[in-house]
């Protein structure tokens, strides 16, 4: 893989274009968006980088094998056809995950049943052994994708999510997706040097991946191994140089980054996380209910936040959403503040109209993330018209 070969990012719904303009800053070619993934192009080079930098995407998949399946047996047969062993041999361990989208294919575990058994099947009759399975930690990890009748195999380049960046250990009740935390923080257009706070910031994502973004630290730099790691073709020596091209991109930070929660467990596991990240000096917590809080001066402040949604609170959800507005507005003019939420009942007692609302999921519930802009000494809020996207 020392040419440029063509790659796909996988990502959560409505980042495709910060994703997009990810990969373009990176360096990546051909650069084309489809639902919930970016294709591009690269070579092994810029594999390690897109994985090691890339904030809003979840894998990197490198397609090797498109077919047309119009069956079970034609599926079998496309697997066993492949010559799997220009990637592998029978030593090694595969796992295999599918994706399935139609009529013809309904369910992804019997997919990957089917090509991991037409897999087997081709070396034991080559070599008489077969790979064995390893579903935790395989040399190999095969992405089957069936839409319809046309089904591509990948390579899974990532192993894991990269979501899981490494840093955290400890987590409160429903923690926030570390890559939709980054694409939260990006949608929300923070400029970098507004001094940034999460007032219900449970276990420190927000403020983690703020702090990453803020001072240019690769996403994924605290993270244990990559997929790519176990290939036949993987070259240490370029990877540690990407690296160290990536390190030395890193700069100051140039506001501030606050947190607060009043929860006391919340608050010393957001502390341990920032510690994992090595970000202790980028990011100050506080024990603190928000809504007990002033801004303290006139100067400019962004806020990003996942307040509860309901399941994971104890007392009134809309009494606390209320809350939440009187004191914005009250207490932080001069504020751009953006929430998260599945709550759209809740979301009404806010009791200011949102000049933003823009449609996400956090895990499989429908959200919105919501944009107050709050003005000093006025209620221009009231007057804006509200964008939903």
């Not at 949608?187 to 706070?197: G, K, P, Q, Y």
Request: charged share 25%; proline share 3%; glycine share 6%.
């Amino acid at each position: 893989m020392s040419a440029n070969f063509k790659m796909l990012a996988k990502t959560f719904f409505g980042f495709e274009d910060l994703l997009e303009q990810e990969l373009k800053q990176l360096g990546a070619q051909d650069v084309e968006k489809g639902n919930r993934v970016v294709h591009f192009k690269g070579d092994k080079g810029f594999l390690y980088k897109a994985n090691l930098s890339l904030r809003t995407a979840l894998k990197i998949l490198v397609p090797i094998h498109s077919c047309q399946v119009k069956s079970e047996q034609a599926l079998y047969q496309a697997a066993y056809d492949f010559p799997w062993n220009t990637y592998f041999s029978s030593n090694e361990t595969i796992a295999i995950d599918s994706v399935v989208f139609g009529e013809i294919f309904t369910h992804s575990l019997y997919v990957s049943q089917k090509v991991k058994d037409a897999i087997a099947d081709q070396f034991r009759t080559a070599t008489g052994i077969r790979p064995s399975v390893d579903l935790k930690h395989p040399d190999v990890r095969i992405n089957v994708h069936i839409d319809r009748d046309q089904c591509t195999f990948s390579l899974d380049s990532s192993g894991a999510s990269l979501h899981h960046r490494g840093y955290r250990t400890a987590t409160n009740i429903a923690p926030l997706n570390e890559v939709l935390a980054a694409g939260l923080i990006q949608l929300s257009a923070w400029d970098l040097r507004t001094d940034f706070l999460d007032p219900m910031c449970g276990s420190g994502t927000i403020l983690i991946e703020a702090a990453m973004l803020s001072c240019n630290i690769p996403a994924n730099i605290n993270r244990k191994e990559f997929a790519f790691e176990k290939w036949s073709d993987w070259d240490e020596e370029l990877y540690l140089t990407i690296e160290e091209a990536q390190l030395n991109k890193i700069q100051g930070l140039a506001g501030s980054i606050t947190g607060f929660d009043k929860a006391p467990s919340a608050v010393e596991k957001a502390k341990e996380n920032i510690r994992n990240a090595n970000l202790e000096e980028f990011i100050s917590i506080d024990k603190d209910n928000f809504f007990y809080t002033k801004k303290g001066d006139d100067s400019p402040l962004h806020i990003v936040t996942n307040p509860p949604y309901g399941e994971r609170l104890e007392g009134d959800i809309n009494e606390l959403y209320k809350n939440f507005g009187d004191t914005l507005k009250q207490e932080y003019t001069n504020a751009q503040a953006w929430m998260i939420t599945s709550n759209l009942e809740a979301m009404k007692h806010v009791g200011l109209r949102p000049s933003r609302k823009i449609k996400l999921f956090n895990g499989k519930l429908e959200s919105k993330f919501l944009h107050y802009s709050i003005y000093p000494g006025t209620k221009k809020i009231h007057k804006l018209n509200s964008i939903e996207e």
